[in-house]
């Protein structure tokens, strides 16, 4: 058994399981990396396209699945002031709680999370039963990435007070998965390997790269992320059925801009 087999079945040892037959859909997010409202913010820009997807799919009556990052405590050391920037969103959040339709992973950028925002339970790991036969298995995606996993302590140092700044001057970070092809290609064969060594469905985040990958025996699901230049991508599950979505601006017949859910890809499990 290789060294990333391994620590990805480690992660799944405590899998919490949620029960798709209890609600109409469920909606899965990862890596908003919400910031302090700082230039170095990425979710800010889409901020009010997020809050539009999140108010969608509390109408529908949708679960929330957020897969990890969603907070940047990398960048930021302390996380009432992401809070207090993003009160809002995280009203929106509480809500989804107190129906009993919020469930959080974390991951390496918000590791340290369940000591900093008591106010929710955070998991490294779910998997969504479908039906008997059937289940997705969920994680950030990190425990693929040996650096960003076992040494996220020596990561964050370097996104601090190294890349942080360097990035200022036009510079990306050769150790991020989701600014390094290379390495993002690595992180989600991964994934892939061992979910087809295990016969198992797996959706992650941690690339950024949203994607739905559908072989014989297994499917692969990325949610990609909060923080895109042209706005928010995302999961949806109803009944047995996938939806890569983005949501986006667009501009109607009359030029109002207005927040538009475009389906970029389907497939049924």
């Keep these: 058994m290789g060294y990333y087999e391994k620590r990805i079945d480690k992660a799944f040892e405590n899998a919490v399981i949620i029960d798709a037959d209890s609600y109409p859909g469920i909606v899965f997010f990862s890596d908003c990396h919400r910031g302090r409202g700082t230039w170095n913010d990425s979710f800010l820009y889409n901020k009010i396209i997020y809050q539009a997807a999140l108010d969608y799919y509390w109408q529908k009556g949708f679960a929330y699945v957020e897969l990890g990052d969603g907070d940047e405590l990398w960048e930021n050391r302390d996380f009432r002031q992401i809070y207090e920037i993003h009160k809002d969103v995280f009203a929106a959040l509480m809500r989804f709680k107190a129906a009993g339709r919020l469930y959080m992973l974390y991951g390496n950028h918000d590791k340290a999370i369940n000591k900093e925002n008591r106010s929710m339970n955070y998991f490294q790991s779910a998997a969504v039963k479908i039906d008997e036969n059937k289940k997705i298995y969920l994680l950030h995606g990190h425990q693929a990435d040996i650096f ?95 939806s890569l979505i983005r949501w986006t601006e667009c501009v109607d017949e009359n030029s109002y801009i207005y927040v538009c859910r475009q389906v970029l890809k389907e497939m049924k499990l």
């Design 148 to 242: 960003n996993d076992r040494f996220w302590h020596i990561a964050r140092w370097m996104v601090r007070y190294l890349w942080k700044p360097l990035e200022l001057a036009g510079f990306r970070d050769p150790t991020s998965a989701a600014r390094n092809y290379g390495k993002r290609s690595t992180v989600e064969n991964r994934l892939i390997r061992w979910a087809s060594k295990k016969n198992k469905n797996i959706m992650s985040g941690h690339t950024h790269r949203p994607t739905i990958i559908n072989t014989d025996r297994i499917k692969y699901m990325n949610t990609g992320s909060c923080v895109h230049p042209n706005g928010v991508t995302c999961i949806e599950l109803r009944g047995n059925r996938v």
